[in-house]
């Protein structure tokens, strides 16, 4: 079945505007996607009809708040072949490895190894290190080659009897490289460590069983799936949750308080502590119903065509450096440009209205391995179209002619 981009775009209002006297050409989905009316209309909804706070009141706005937020939990295990007490509510991917990296804190001890990889998010490095900082863990990186696979090999001989975790991007935000999750979710637990996949590219691309992958945690943020800032999910195995002890501490995540004692709630809710981000969460569990209405294998097939459009009519361009080809790479085009700092072309793109990333991506070692200390980064989404590839390109050719 074709899939039909000029169709969804009529369902982005953001992308009639024009941008520097251009048609808006917005390519930085991977760092953050534009909103279907689907989705605004079901925040604007529920604040217009029947918001209230959830699970504390009887009234009936309180019930049907409750219920579309409880639904929104619902929608996100479904979309991951998981039970709804598997999924906990977060601020967005960020939070939710934080929260496992402080809850597996508690357990953890001096010398303990936990392996990541060189093409990590700092989301997915940064926790980890406090547990180093503060605990003695060592970590241990798995390298990426040079067309940008990570080397399953050097895994393979990293992995250790004191291996406690293991956390891997599903897909990299700079490369596009598509892990073999799970693969290495099986070597991991054969050597009996834990896996907390960051599935922040892969969930808008493909679509993810974390029953099949079998992995122990998977988090994702809802606004690069088409959903709101704010949000995100952590989905975890019932045992491995319940095995983590709070997060934060307040209302909801408790089951009784005295001045004495505590005794905490069940997962989910003894990590959604507070007022949870209830207008956010109607609104990504709209963004997933509305993504699974679509013929999504047609939308993957639609965005790696414009991701090879691209790149078949800059063949040849000899002062183009392209980071990470790794074979079955999602359309995401990081790259430099001979003689150009990438601020500077991400900033004339702009002036021909092409919207792009630049800078380290928050992928500081990954730009490291690869000897450069920023690039430009274009990622194609549903709604881009082949005009819009086509524009992106002579926008570049203009922008590159200006430092040649």
């Given at each position: ?220 943020s809802g606004h690069k799936l088409y959903g709101p800032t704010g949000i995100g999910a952590l989905y975890g195995k019932a045992e491995r949750l319940a095995a983590l002890p709070p997060y934060q501490g307040g209302g909801e995540m ?151």
């Amino acid at each position: 079945m074709a899939f039909d981009a000029e169709t969804i775009r009529a369902e982005f209002p953001i992308l009639a505007r024009q941008v520097n006297g251009h048609p808006l050409v917005y390519l930085d989905s991977a760092a953050s996607a534009q909103k279907p009316r689907a989705v605004i209309e079901a925040m604007v909804h529920a604040m217009e009809h029947s918001y209230a706070n959830v699970h504390r009141g009887l009234h009936t706005l309180a019930n049907e708040t409750t219920e579309a937020y409880e639904a929104a939990r619902g929608t996100i295990a479904g979309f991951l072949d998981a039970d709804p007490a598997e999924i906990v509510f977060t601020k967005g991917g960020t939070e939710a490895i934080n929260l496992v990296a402080s809850g597996l804190g508690a357990s953890l001890k001096a010398g303990d190894e936990i392996l990541l990889s060189e093409m990590e998010h700092h989301a997915n490095i940064v926790p980890w290190h406090f547990l180093r900082e503060r605990l003695g863990v060592v970590l241990k990186f798995t390298p990426v080659t040079d067309d940008g696979r990570l080397d399953v090999e050097a895994f393979k001989r990293l992995l250790s009897d004191r291996t406690r975790l293991v956390g891997l991007t599903h897909m990299s935000n700079v490369l596009g490289t598509v892990n073999p999750v799970a693969d290495l979710t099986r070597l991991a637990h054969e050597a009996g460590a834990l896996v907390l996949l960051d599935g922040c590219q892969a969930v808008v691309h493909q679509s993810v069983d974390v029953k099949a992958l079998d992995v122990d945690f998977y988090v994702f943020s809802g606004h690069k799936l088409y959903g709101p800032t704010g949000i995100g999910a952590l989905y975890g195995k019932a045992e491995r949750l319940a095995a983590l002890p709070p997060y934060q501490g307040g209302g909801e995540m408790i089951g009784s308080v005295t001045l004495e004692n505590i005794s905490y709630a069940d997962p989910p809710h003894r990590f959604e502590a507070g007022t949870p981000p209830i207008l956010e969460a109607i609104g990504l569990g709209a963004a997933i119903d509305w993504l699974s209405g679509l013929d999504r294998a047609a939308v993957a097939r639609h965005e790696h065509a414009l991701y090879d459009h691209v790149r078949e009519r800059l063949n040849g361009a000899n002062w183009l450096r392209v980071l990470g080809e790794a074979p079955g790479k999602g359309a995401i085009l990081s790259f430099t440009v001979d003689g150009a700092h990438a601020h500077d072309v991400a900033q004339i793109l702009d002036k021909y209205g092409v919207a792009v990333r630049a800078g380290t991506h928050c992928a500081e070692p990954l730009m490291k391995r690869f000897g450069v200390t920023s690039s430009v980064r274009a990622s194609f989404a549903l709604y881009n179209t082949l005009r819009e590839a086509d524009a992106f390109v002579d926008a570049l050719t203009k922008t590159q002619a200006f430092f040649a």
